[in-house]
DNA sequence: TCAAAAGTGTTCTCTTTACACCCATGC
DNA sequence: GCATGGGTGTAAAGAGAACACTTTTGA
């Protein structure tokens, strides 16, 4: 592709790369999305979804645009919270990880495996074994789930997991399953309203019960 | 130094480089360190100390390394807040930097011209004036502050700009310069001791009135 | 009429804030 | 004895946690 040019410097520089943590739901089950590395190093494991950082994009830019060549999922806004710089955390070379995380919806996304990925899948976080991920993808995933964990009190991102409609209950099972917690009906349906996440619509969802108020992501909202 | 030898690669890699924000007291007052720049770009401008990461070091390494370079100040521990990464903020090459920040000792600094620095200060926040930084210096000096305000309710990262022993209210202006507010005596000296953030030493600070406990930092203390 | 999920208020506890006086010392 | 900062408790308001019953629908 880039035939055989090549890019020098007076003093080492490291490799940029962005790794993505995207949680979503499958079975109200909290997964992330992992790729099947097709190459060594860790050929066969399984890792983040990720790539390096292009000459004209800032570290946001990158991992928004990862993100869609994985997912097809696009106008996401994935928020960083770590860098991992450890000198040898890639046996190829230096690669210093900005890592970032979103959440979005599993029926948006069309699995691919990418260039340089043989398989995708969505892992339950739960039955995440240790040691079954490339580099240091163990520790990345672990801060991303504290991480997450503190954006969904103070942002409605555990919506975005979420069809575009739904019932207040299919939010509260969602930010349950992102906490890892059960919560009160009644105080999470309080906090709720006295935050501006949500805006009704003029829908009900029906079924073997009474019909619910369907409600949808205000469109004037802390983005995650 | 380096010779001319060059390092190569087959895809464009950013140069990396850690900027860090320095807090301290002078006069109650509190003030950032910034070094005069001695090369173009910005010669003769204002910006804060940084510098490049080198090959076998973390982000975290190389920031504890530069704010040692430039203070002469050791084991620091400076905290990451951000990554600065607009393809164009540093006009002569593509520079991500990563920032960090840390409180000190105003005494514990001897101010040095660093390698590219021409000169250095303790410059007072409040009386820090816009376009005065280099680069995206400003941004980073703002978000530098909200991340400090928000470590200093969570670690007593503003006692490490107080001398070793010290008491309370010491502790508290400087908190209350860190925070830009003041605090009520009793409810700061409450909240203190459900913490376990400092420890009693045998001395007391005399003067024209009551003498004064003295304490010094906990060794078994959440750090940064 | 039953099963299933929707919707709704009150009490208690804990945390946060506001507020004022006496104490020990040096001069 | 007076100026200076040190040290202390209580009440009110707000935030978070615990807790149970009635409603509406489909089958």
Redesign the pocket.
């Known amino acids: 592709m880039a035939g055989k040019k090549s890019y020098c410097y007076d003093y080492p520089h490291p490799a940029v790369a962005t790794d993505v943590v995207v949680f979503t739901l499958v079975n109200e089950q909290l997964c992330i999305l992992l790729i099947q590395r097709g190459e060594d190093p860790f050929k066969g494991s399984w890792a983040l979804p990720g790539g390096f950082l292009r000459e004209d994009e800032t570290v946001e830019a990158a991992a928004a645009r990862e993100l869609e060549e994985e997912t097809g999922v696009t106008e996401c806004r994935p928020l960083q919270f770590g860098i991992y710089s450890k000198p040898d955390r890639d046996p190829r070379q230096r690669v210093i990880s900005v890592a970032f995380l979103d959440c979005l919806r599993a029926s948006d996304v069309s699995l691919r495996a990418g260039t340089d990925a043989t398989a995708a899948k969505w892992q339950p976080l739960e039955s995440l074994q240790r040691h079954e991920l490339a580099f240091d993808h163990e520790t990345i995933v672990s801060d991303a789930l504290v991480a997450a964990r503190k954006a969904c009190r103070e942002t409605p991102i555990a919506a975005k997991m979420l069809p575009e409609i739904f019932?207040?209950?299919?939010f509260q099972s969602a930010t349950e399953a992102l906490l890892g917690t059960s919560i009160?009906?009644?105080?999470f349906?309080?906090?709720l309203d006295?935050k501006n996440w949500l805006e009704k619509t003029e829908s009900?969802?029906?079924?073997?019960?009474?019909?619910?108020?369907l409600y949808r992501l205000s469109r004037s909202v802390p983005e995650t």
Chains 1, 2 share one sequence.
């Open positions: 019932r207040i209950s299919d009160d009906k009644r105080n349906r309080r906090q006295e009900e969802a029906r079924g073997t019960h009474r019909p619910a108020q």
